[in-house]
């Protein structure tokens, strides 16, 4: 039987690729208790239609022409048309104006050489053959700013095509979701297809019902990452001295219309670092892989006059990035899968929040506290809420939770992969 795990599989946000390795784990673990005799072969898809070799280029568009299937230079016209268009309407205040702008990049997606055309393509290509599909979670649920909803309709479209069931494992909400924006009925069409079959929730239960609509109860259930440590059969690490600081890119929370920039970012890491080191700990700064999040930690480097030895090498895949975060004591981070990573192998960490799904996620696992608000954004606060949680540890009941509940969206789908053995 051959599975398709769609995702963001190639971003350069190694996290990404946590979920999908801790969705498979699931699967083949669920599906072994089930029936032994199912040989399963997972083919991971990319939803941005990205190669499976990634080359590591600098530049927007040269990441593009070196990485994504098909992708023609003839096209980068009218892609930079589109993404103008994006700016303004991400400015736009009023709705029809910003819907308008919306409907007509829509018409430029259908017919530009490097959008539907490209990705159909991407999409025959690995889609070819598998009996089932997953959206394997993550924020996919996003029209705003990385505009998940084409590749997400696409997909339903193919499998509507080819008679294939799809499912959403845990999907979560990220940046905007008003039910009167053109994009969000995008995401209606795709989730509301009638190939697809089950859909739960991360976080943002209500926007993932909404968009579901009413043939789906959604659940709110757990990322698949929970189910890390066994995924990557990690080994217990009592050896722990340093801190890892993990760094976001110096625009993160402006893609989201929030005014906090690099020399924010730079000036909170420098404070963290000083707090850290008065308090006698070891700590060095560390990526999940973003290029553009290792250009702030040179930065912060530069700033508090450092080596480079205090910045991790850059990860180029998930093993590296698996073995740093073992290694730390605790952790202070800004993306949600090395906090969800941390958690597996009993790290403790505290989360600097640009995105409520990161409020919700610790609400969730029952550490409220231990996410970070932008206006919480204080260094002693954030190392005295680091000491608190190494204090406190990592309840082993708090964590078998989310693991029953990663494995609970697995299985209320099983029945339907089960059956298309038959």
């Not at 892609?79 to 303004?88: F, G, I, P, T």
């Amino acid at each position: 039987m051959r599975i398709a795990i769609c995702g963001l599989i190639k971003s350069e946000n190694i996290g990404e690729l946590f979920i999908a390795r801790g969705l498979e784990y699931i699967v083949q673990k669920e599906l072994a208790k089930v029936d032994p005799d199912i040989d399963v072969e997972f083919v991971e898809v990319d939803l941005l239609g990205r190669n499976d070799e990634i080359t590591a280029v600098s530049g927007s568009i040269q990441k593009r022409l070196a990485n994504y299937y098909n992708y023609s230079p003839k096209g980068i016209f009218t892609e930079k048309v589109s993404l103008a268009l994006k700016k303004r309407g991400l400015q736009v205040e009023n709705k029809f104006v910003k819907n308008a702008i919306a409907r007509f990049r829509h018409m430029l997606w259908l017919n530009g050489i490097n959008y539907k055309k490209r990705l159909n393509s991407y999409f025959d290509k690995k889609l070819e053959g598998v009996d089932f599909i997953i959206i394997d979670g993550a924020g996919l649920l996003e029209y705003s700013y990385n505009e998940y909803q084409w590749p997400l309709l696409l997909i339903s479209e193919y499998a509507e095509k080819h008679n294939l069931n799809v499912v959403y494992n845990a999907i979560g909400r990220a940046g905007a979701f008003d039910e009167r924006d053109f994009g969000s009925k995008l995401l209606k069409r795709a989730l509301q297809s009638p190939a697809v079959k089950s859909i739960s929730a991360r976080d943002n239960p209500e926007a993932v019902q909404a968009c579901a609509g009413g043939k789906h109860e959604v659940k709110l259930l757990a990322d698949a990452a929970f189910w890390m440590k066994e995924a990557y059969q990690i080994p217990d690490n009592p050896d722990r001295k340093k801190i890892g600081i993990g760094i976001i890119r110096g625009n993160s929370l402006q893609g989201y219309g929030v005014d906090f920039g690099a020399r924010d970012w730079i000036n909170l890491f420098s404070k963290i670092a000083y707090q850290l080191q008065k308090r006698g700990y070891e700590y060095e700064f560390f990526t999940n892989g973003l290029p553009a999040d290792t250009v702030l930690g040179r930065k912060i480097l530069k700033k508090l006059k450092l080596p480079s030895e205090y910045l991790v090498t850059r990860p180029v895949d998930d093993g590296p990035l698996v073995e740093t975060i073992n290694g730390y004591q605790g952790i202070i981070t800004c993306r949600m899968h090395s906090s969800i990573a941390a958690f597996t192998m009993g790290v403790p960490s505290v989360i600097l929040s640009w995105n409520d799904k990161v409020e919700k996620l610790m609400e969730i696992i029952g550490y409220p506290d231990r996410a970070i608000k932008q206006d919480q954004f204080d260094a002693v606060y954030i190392v005295d809420k680091l000491e608190q949680s190494l204090a406190e540890g990592i309840a082993d009941g708090k964590l078998q939770k989310m693991k029953d509940l990663a494995t609970e969206s697995v299985t209320d789908y099983l029945p339907l992969i089960v059956e298309c053995k038959k």
